[in-house]
């Protein structure tokens, strides 16, 4: 069992920056791979960031293409944790942010390949 637990959202203007943080239990943490997603009211939960081992000592991180070059995904496996940089943030980044993990190699994109969740953490980007 993997627990999840997101931290670090909140009120920013546009423009601002926000970094979250996701703490996972688990002593295999290395070889999750991690995904971030993001609901806005009314809408379905979309893909943001993930990132997942490519071998040799690294890791592959991929973005949504609203958010490329603007969010960084990183992850720090001494503390098992993975954040997400949001910079430039806009009015439609408003969401509550859901930090995601699955054992299963591989970028994954759909909220269906990932079998555990945080409680999400709410982001409000005013304009």
């Known amino acids: 069992q993997v627990q999840l637990v997101e931290s670090g959202g909140g009120l920013v203007q546009a423009g601002g920056s926000l970094r979250l943080s996701c703490a996972a239990s688990?002593?295999?943490?290395?070889?999750?791979?991690m995904g971030w997603f993001r609901q806005a009211p009314g809408k379905e939960r979309e893909f943001v960031a993930a990132s997942s081992w490519s071998g040799v000592r690294s890791y592959r991180s991929y973005y949504a293409d609203s958010v490329k070059g603007r969010f960084t995904i990183s992850r720090d496996n001494a503390k098992n944790t993975v954040y997400l940089q949001m910079n430039s943030l806009k009015p439609e980044d408003t969401a509550v942010y859901y930090c995601?993990?699955?054992?299963?190699?591989?970028?994954?994109?759909?909220?269906?390949?990932?079998?555990?969740w945080g409680q999400g953490t709410q982001v409000t980007v005013s304009s």
């Open positions: 995601a993990a699955t054992f299963s190699s591989g970028i994954h994109y759909s909220v269906y390949e990932y079998p555990y």
């Open positions: 688990g002593r295999a943490f290395s070889s999750y791979a």
